[in-house]
């Protein structure tokens, strides 16, 4: 007996001790300061981490079977596994984000950051409300100002200011504004108010001043994703009373529209801040529309239905509670009738990590972290 545990004893040793070695080898040569201080998300259920899941709101996933394909199961996140800005964040060595509220609430630690997205939520305002609660971009906006005084009480000016100026900023906003409003027209007016051409300056004119009051805040990196091709997720493409499976051409022509603006948005923030600021377009409705047009290419086999949920002739017929998703979520590139799978999460977020010019302009991540 004596003779046995002396064995466990020796064994348990050598293995702290391998392990000991072997966490110091992976952090002297694989993970060195991390290059951004900090990330900041705003935005919607493709990058929500848990806000909705304290709102009177129709649009929550915390529930099974979101989060399949992940140790920590349901969560809040609008999807079988990972989202984006969870597999960007990896790729650059930092831990995963609280959301807003989990900081606010539970007290979690917000040295890395915070994510203040929410699903439903919009650019204007008024986005989202049939579905309830939300918190939206402007209310977003001052979740982060309330940050940056809780982080005023640990840090002097000087370093704030150099904290926030190397932090990562994400928005990822726009698709409700089409998908909960604008494409709703018996809910909301915009339809009936604004051509496409107009309602889209509308919206950047909004989406500017948010985006200045968070550089006045001292947010010096910013990644602004697209909207992907909406008319492309499952939700448009079983619209109707005899859906045809295509894509719908005129939605994803009106996201055109806005993209193209947000794109010169980036062109025009750029030069008025003139090398003390960088704005990035992330064009995830190139990478999105790629990989819907040659599936097998990227592995993917479904694309014009859900892993989860069906897309009845409403299209509204989401992943509800205990749902039994598809078994080959990887071979689908939506997860459910809004969301993409984890899998083309992993796809978009590499892009945006070092995608040449046409997934991330004017340059990818891995630059914006090596800028001033
Ligand atoms: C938060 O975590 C950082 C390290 O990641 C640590 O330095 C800091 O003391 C923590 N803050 C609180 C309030 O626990
Ligand atoms: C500010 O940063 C400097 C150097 O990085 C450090 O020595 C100092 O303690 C910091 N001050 C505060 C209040 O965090
Ligand atoms: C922008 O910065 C460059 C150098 O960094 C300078 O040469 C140029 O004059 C500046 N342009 C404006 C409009 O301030
Ligand atoms: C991008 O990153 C991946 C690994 O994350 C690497 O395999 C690839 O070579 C990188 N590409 C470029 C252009 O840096
Ligand atoms: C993307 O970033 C990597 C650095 O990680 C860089 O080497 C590469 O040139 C960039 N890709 C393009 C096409 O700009």
Known sequence: ???????????????????????????????????????????????????????????????????????????????????????????????????????????????????????????????????????????????????????????????????LAKSLAIVNHGSNDYINNYLLSGLYSSSFLYDPKTYADILIQQYKTQIQRLHDLGLRKFLLAGVGPLGCIPNQISKGLFPSGMCVDDVNAMVGIFNDRLRSLVDELNTQYNGSSIFVYGNTYAALTQIIQDPIAYGFVVTGRACCGVGSFQGRISCLPYSIPCRNRDQYVFWDVFHPSEAVNKILAQRAFNGSSSDCYPVNVSQMALLF
């Open 1 to 163: 007996m004596v003779h046995r545990s002396l064995m466990v004893w020796i064994a348990f040793w050598t293995l702290l001790l391998i392990s000991v070695s072997v966490n110091n080898v992976s952090t002297a040569t694989l993970s060195p300061m991390p290059p951004f201080s900090a990330m900041f998300v705003f935005g919607d259920s493709l990058v929500d981490n848990g806000n909705n899941n304290y709102l009177a709101s129709f649009a929550k996933a915390n529930y099974v079977p979101y989060g399949i394909d992940t140790s920590w199961g349901p969560t809040g996140r609008f999807s079988n596994g990972k989202m984006l800005v969870d597999l960007l964040g990896e790729l650059f060595g930092h831990p995963y984000l609280p959301s807003f509220a989990a900081a606010q609430i539970q007290g979690r630690n917000i040295t890395w950051g915070v994510n203040y997205a929410s699903a439903a939520a919009g650019i204007l305002d008024e986005t989202g409300r049939n579905l309830g609660a939300r918190i939206t971009f402007n209310q977003q906006v001052q979740n982060f100002q309330t940050t940056v005084t809780q982080l005023k009480t640990t840090m002097d000016d000087m370093n704030l200011s150099q904290y």
